[in-house]
C-alpha cells in the first residue's frame, strides 16, 4: 500500500508507514495522513510541468468516464420494451436524475434540453465520489479542487450566457445585482452585494462543497484505517478494534454522503439554470 507522494523528502510514502507501529518508538504524527495523502507521483511525465503529465487521479478520472459513458451504452444500445436488468437499473437512474431533479426545479417544457447534463454530471461525480471506496483505488478524485472547479465553471458559464440570452444585457444586469428600485438608498449597496455574491461567489461555493465534503471524507478515512493499523501492537489492539469498526461505519457513510454530493451539485445546477430562465421582477 505504499505510494510515493510528491514530498521534499524522496522517503515519504502516501498514507503510512507500515514498520510503524504503537509502543514501538516512532509517534503517529509521522504517519498521520496530511496533505500528502491528496498528492501523488505521475504515472507519466514530468512533475515539474516540463513534460507531459499523468497521474492516479487523472487516470481513475479517465477510467470513470469510460465506466459511465460503457454503461449507458450497454444499456440502451439495444433498448427493449420490457427492460433487462442493466436496462432497468440504468433506467431507473436516468428517471430519478430527469424527475427528481431536472423537471422538479425547471419544470418539464423548460427542463427536458438540459436533462442530459444533469444526467451527465451526477453519474460522473458519483463515479468520481465511488473511488474513494474501491480498493486499490481508494481515493476520490473531487477531493482534488481542479475537479470540481472546472465542473462549476462548465455551470457557471452556461448559467451565465443563458441570462444574457434569455433576458438581455439590462434584464441580466438586474438578474444578477437584485435590482429592486423600492430598496431606495440602500439600493447601490444591495447591488453590489448581490453581484459579488451571485458572480464571484457563488461559482466558488458550487465548488468548494463537493471538494470540502470528499476531501474531509477521504482524511477521516485514512486516519481511522492508518490507527487501526498503527495501534496493531500489543494492548494497542484493543484500540484497534475500536478504529477498524469506525473505518466500516465512515465507508457505509461515505457511501451516502457520495451519492448526496452528486446529488447536491446537480440540483444547484439546476437551480442556477432556473434562475436564468426566470423573469426577473
Known amino acids: 500500500m505504499k505510494e510515493p507522494a510528491v514530498s521534499a523528502d524522496p522517503t515519504q510514502v502516501l498514507a503510512f508507514d507500515t514498520n510503524c507501529h504503537l509502543f514501538d518508538g516512532c509517534g503517529f504524527d509521522t504517519v498521520a495522513p496530511g496533505l500528502h495523502s491528496f498528492m501523488f507521483e505521475p504515472l507519466m511525465g514530468d512533475a515539474d510541468g516540463n513534460a507531459f503529465y499523468f497521474n492516479k487521479p487523472m487516470l481513475l478520472a479517465l477510467l470513470g468516464s469510460i465506466i459511465v459513458v460503457g454503461v449507458f451504452w450497454a444499456a440502451f444500445r439495444k433498448p427493449t420494451v420490457v427492460p433487462g436488468k ?8 436516468y428517471d430519478f436524475v430527469r424527475r427528481g431533479i431536472v423537471y422538479e426545479t425547471i419544470g418539464k417544457k ?5 436533462v442530459p ?3 451527465s454530471l451526477f453519474f460522473f461525480i458519483w463515479m468520481m465520489n465511488v473511488w474513494s471506496i474501491v480498493p486499490v483505488a481508494a481515493f476520490p478524485v473531487t477531493s482534488i479542487i481542479a475537479y470540481p472547479l472546472v465542473l462549476a465553471l462548465i455551470v457557471y458559464v452556461l448559467w451565465v450566457s443563458l441570462t444574457f ?17 423600492s430598496l431606495g438608498a440602500v439600493l447601490p449597496l444591495s447591488m453590489t452585494i448581490e453581484l459579488a455574491s451571485n458572480l464571484l461567489v457563488r461559482p466558488f461555493t458550487h465548488a468548494v462543497r463537493l471538494f470540502a465534503n470528499m476531501f474531509a471524507g477521504h482524511t477521516l478515512l485514512l486516519l481511522f484505517t ?6 496493531l501492537n500489543g494492548i494497542g ?3 484497534s478494534a475500536v478504529s477498524f469498526v469506525m473505518v466500516i461505519v465512515m465507508t457505509a457513510f461515505e457511501l451516502f454522503i457520495q451519492a448526496v454530493q452528486a446529488y447536491v451539485f446537480v440540483l444547484l445546477t439546476c437551480t442556477f439554470i432556473q434562475g436564468a430562465l426566470a423573469e426577473h421582477h
Not at 110 to 114: A, L, P, R, S
Open 110 to 114: 423548460e427542463g427536458e434540453k438540459y
Open 237 to 239: 489492539i484493543a484500540y
Open 165 to 181: 440570452k434569455r433576458h438581455g444585457f439590462v434584464g441580466a444586469f438586474k438578474n444578477f445585482s437584485g435590482y429592486d428600485k
Open 117 to 119: 447534463l444533469a444526467v
Open 226 to 231: 492508518i490507527a487501526s493499523w498503527y495501534m
Open 86 to 93: 442493466l436496462q432497468m437499473v440504468v433506467e431507473a437512474g
